[in-house]
Each structure stands twice: as structure tokens, then as C-alpha cells.
């Protein structure tokens, strides 16, 4: 596999034309995405599996309101959730949601800054 094919560019969006659909369910899950709330439980669970106590602490929420943001993004098929026990723990669904979550919040830094932090040295 290359790297490339992990990249969409202008020209694969001009090989295939979108179909309604794929638009549809897409511009669904930027507008589930498009919620402050939404889109930082999205970038905390980037890191990795998160229980709804971790997740309502990182994002400053109250925990009703985090799992009712959670729901929403479970029911779109952008979050997965598993059973330990009594704990709910939740993750991205698949790489390409983490990847959509990534390229937005790069792009944002680019609209904030001449030096965005995702291309500092850690």
C-alpha cells in the first residue's frame, strides 16, 4: 500500500462523481460534527478509548450533555461504544473518521495561525 492511497485529492474527486447519497450521509456527518461540543469529544477520543467521566472532564460538560452529544454521534456510526462492566466506553468508529476529525481541526489551525501546532516539533 502507499501512502497515497490514504489521500484523496482534486483529481479522485473528479474521476467519480458523488452520488446523493454518499453527499447526504456526508454532509450528515459534518453537521453532527459541526457542534463545538461534538467535535471536541471526537478529538479527545483521537487518543484513544474514553469512558463518559474522562470525556465529560476534557470537554467541560455536563455529563447528561455529554452523553446525550455521544448518542448523536453513535447513531451517525462515528462512535462505537463497549460494555466493561458497568463502564461505557466509547471510541472513533475506523480511521476514517479519525483522519476527517484530524484534517479538520489541522485546517482550522491553518485559519488561526502562520504557524499551526500540528506542524511543531513535539
Known sequence: MYARDNIADASDVQQR???NGVAEAAAVMLSLL???TRLRLAAELRRGERDVST???AV???RPAVSQHLAKLRLAGLVTMRRDGRRALY???DDHVRRLVAEALYAAEHRLSDRPGHHQPH
Open 17 to 19: 462523481p458523488v452520488g
Open 34 to 36: 459541526g457542534d463545538v
Open 55 to 57: 470525556l465529560t472532564e
Open 60 to 62: 467541560g460538560a455536563a
Open 91 to 93: 471510541s472513533l468508529a
